[in-house]
């Protein structure tokens, strides 16, 4: 699985000009599942997200994770949006190919996994919608960007 991790201070996704999901700080998780994928890359990937230390501490040190942001057990939130295009392939020509994508149904099925999974392990959790023309707003915090993949 495949995956950028933002650390913003808010973000949202809005959908046909309705907001459906918006967190204050902590991360936003844009997640892409692979053909070989399951539901273990899954688990490895939200288990790496939620310990992934980029909050920081009273010096200023990336020390904190999502879970512990400020040291005193305060939570961020997770901001969990589905993109297929995190596999594209632009090694040929100018326009990307997706076959490194699983396929949507597939994907769909990893993705509400992993949703699942995260609304289990974390107290706040909002989504996007898979498949969705979504248009995501964000405040990226440093910037920190960070991509992550899992492999099968």
Do not use: W
Not at 31 to 53: F, N, T, Y
Not at 100 to 112: E, F, I, M, S, V
């Amino acid at each position: 699985m495949l995956a950028l991790i933002q650390r913003v201070t808010e973000a949202h996704v809005v959908i046909g000009g309705q907001t459906v999901g918006e967190i204050g700080p902590g991360l936003l998780v844009l997640v892409c599942a692979e053909p070989h994928d399951s539901e273990v890359q899954g688990d490895k990937l939200l288990a790496k997200i939620l310990k992934l230390r980029i909050f920081g501490d009273d010096a200023g040190k990336m020390n904190h994770s999502v879970q512990n942001m400020d040291g005193g057990g305060a939570s961020g939130g997770l901001l969990i949006v589905s993109q297929f295009t995190l596999a594209a392939d632009t090694s040929a020509g100018n326009r990307p190919g997706f076959t490194g994508a699983a396929p949507p149904a597939d994907g769909r099925r990893l993705y509400d996994y992993f949703v699942a999974q995260a609304r289990l392990a974390h107290p706040v959790v909002q989504t996007g919608q898979f498949g969705a023309d979504m248009k995501v707003h964000l405040v990226n915090d440093g910037p920190v960007t960070i991509p992550m993949r899992i492999d099968p």
